[in-house]
């Protein structure tokens, strides 16, 4: 018994330092909806990107989530303009979802896929960043038992991200 609560305690505290090691940030997007955004950090060269918005539609609400794990400066490639703080691009692949309209029944609008994500990022001095990205999901939608192509998914992904890093 004292060996399985010492594992645990162990294996609390060693999972609490990695992610507390990993630098993450914490933040608003505006673009096809309002939303929030998570990123967590692994290393400098990977991060898990995690945004939950609330898409802007024509008189109707809804609610949509993407995750993408995200490729910071792939291939070397790096923005050579660093005054003060950091340039960044990165680009990602995940999935996404969500639904639109006012009420939860079967004839309520949903769509799912493959999320993308391409964008870069100026990281000041101090712990804050802004990004501009694309996040297209390109996948099914379906309502009322119909499935169609998400054509609102290829352009409605273009947002303007503000972050707190810590």
């Known amino acids: 018994m004292k060996k399985s609560i010492f594992v645990a305690a162990l294996m609390v505290v060693l999972g609490a330092s990695v992610a ?18 998570y990123q967590h950090g692994f290393g400098e060269a990977n991060m ?5 918005y609330v898409p802007l ?4 609400w809804g609610l949509a989530a993407n995750i993408t ?5 792939p291939f070397g490639a790096t923005v050579p303009w660093n005054e003060k703080g950091e340039w960044h691009w990165y680009m990602g692949v995940g999935g996404g979802g969500g639904i639109y309209g006012y009420t939860f029944n079967a004839n309520q609008p949903w769509f799912a896929g493959v999320a993308g994500h391409i ?15 694309w996040r297209p999901v390109i996948g099914v ?8 192509f998400n054509v609102a998914g290829l352009y409605q992904g273009l947002q303007l991200g503000v972050r707190y890093k810590f």
């Open 57 to 60: 539609q024509p008189a109707a």
């Open 119 to 133: 964008g870069i990022e100026y990281d000041f001095w101090f712990p804050f960043q802004l990004s501009i990205d």
């Open 20 to 37: 507390y090691a990993q630098p993450r940030a914490i933040g608003a997007n505006l673009g096809g909806g309002l939303g929030f955004s």
């Open 69 to 73: 794990y995200d490729w910071i400066d």
């Open 48 to 52: 898990l990107d995690l945004a939950v």
């Open 141 to 148: 939608v379906g309502a009322g038992g119909g499935i169609g």
